[in-house]
């Protein structure tokens, strides 16, 4: 179990993410966040007071890992062993 963060204040809205890991997706907003239907997606909490994604997801890191080192404002946090 490992967990994915977006912080939304820093997303610009490129999607770098979408193509390294399929379980991001854009919002109506026009920002990323992580799709609750995806495969292995357990929980997808949404705080907009503080402009944070915050999934829960269970099974393959690397591909989260990817996005994050994809993501040019560093906006995607992953978090191993969490939960
Ligand atoms: S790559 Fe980063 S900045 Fe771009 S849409 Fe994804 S989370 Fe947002």
């Known amino acids: 179990m490992f967990e994915i963060e977006i912080d939304r ?12 890991d ?33 999934a829960t997801v269970e099974g393959d890191i690397e591909d989260a890992n990817l996005a994050a080192r994809a993501c040019p404002p560093g906006a995607i946090t992953v978090r191993e062993g969490e939960t």
């Open 22 to 54: 399929e379980r991001f997706v854009e919002d109506e907003m026009g920002l990323a966040t992580i799709d609750a239907d995806a495969a292995g997606v357990v929980e997808v909490a949404r705080d907009d007071e503080k402009d944070r994604v915050v």
């Open 9 to 20: 204040a820093a997303c610009d809205g490129i999607f770098a993410c979408l193509t390294r």
